[in-house]
């Protein structure tokens, strides 16, 4: 849909509310509500970050949407990073049975990833992505001028998920750098596109987008109970280095690749603070025992038998994770 397109979509709504958090509203309400046509939108602003991902939020975005009488032919239009385009596409699926929602990614994270694929939803019971929905939005505006105000540890985060995309499906994207990220944006989004065509429900061949993220999911969630939460993207970049461990055990891959990507490592993790140590890994176990991955008791990962080359539903025991978490930590603690 062109911009025109979607600026006639919105001038036919019953209504537009525009859906953002606290940060994002303070450098981009106005302008994307004048770039839209729709200064008279109703705006929902909520609390940023990965902590307020929760039904508590929604039932806020729920009580606004109703207060301001929206019908069945109301718009929610999502601006912000994917807490919010996650939080918005649930709320808006689910209100009067779902009504019609636009993402405007502002992060690169939701850019290349978060908001493409129709996948919506909290945490809850603090685990990750718990509730939610499939529901796609009518358009995904995508603007790299939106990153003019990221700050690099967000940006950094959405770095490490394009390097997701270099390990399951273009090795291209293994040089993704802070220098070089916004002309591989649409190749990014591409790809994931591509995938989710295969696969939306998720039973089979999306499962590749979880390289990384089985214990990526569950260090983020737990670092969320300490002091020094990580970005997504950062417990990512850490939940690739244990998949990559794991692949060279149990799946032959060439150990050059874990030793490349050690090299690029302590840029993703530049501005992380990663305070983990033995102590912790109880904990970050039982944020895997719930994991949606985790079936027949066993953590089920994607691993890589070559770049390129991922391999789904590769059962890990408890101990084997465990070593990779551990030897994780050490490496960690050498950067
Ligand atoms: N649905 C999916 O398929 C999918 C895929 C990947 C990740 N996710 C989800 O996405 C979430 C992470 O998204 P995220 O990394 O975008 O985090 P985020 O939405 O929490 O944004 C990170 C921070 O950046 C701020 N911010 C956003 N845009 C900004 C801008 N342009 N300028 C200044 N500040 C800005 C936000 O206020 C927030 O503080 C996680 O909840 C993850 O589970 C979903």
Redesign the pocket.
Known sequence: MRLEELKETLAEASQVFVLT????A???LPELEHWLGCEHAVEIVVK???RY?TLGTVQRIWKALLKHNADRNAVLVNL???????MG?FAASCYQRGIRFVNV??????MV?????????V?FVGC??QI?TFAEPIEVMVNPI??????DR?LL??IA?MVKYGFVADEDLLDVSEDNYEQYILRAGEI?KDIVEQDYRDLGKRHV?NFGHTIG?AL?AYSLTTETPL???EAVALGMWCALWLSVQLCDLNESALIDYEQRLPSLLSEAEVNLGIGDIEAIMSYLDHDKKNRDGQTSFVLLKAVEKPVLDQHVTESLVTEALLEMMKLVRTL
Do not use: R
Request: aromatic share 6%; net charge negative; no cysteine.
């Open positions: 958090d606290a940060n994002v303070m450098y981009w940023a970050g990965e991902k912000g990073g994917g807490t919010v385009t996650d596409g990614p502002t992060t690169l994270l939701a990833d978060a908001s493409i694929g129709g996948k919506n939803g945490d990750k992505n939610g939106f990153l003019s105000t990221l700050p967000e985060s959405g998920e994931k987008l999911h983020e970005t997504h993207g």
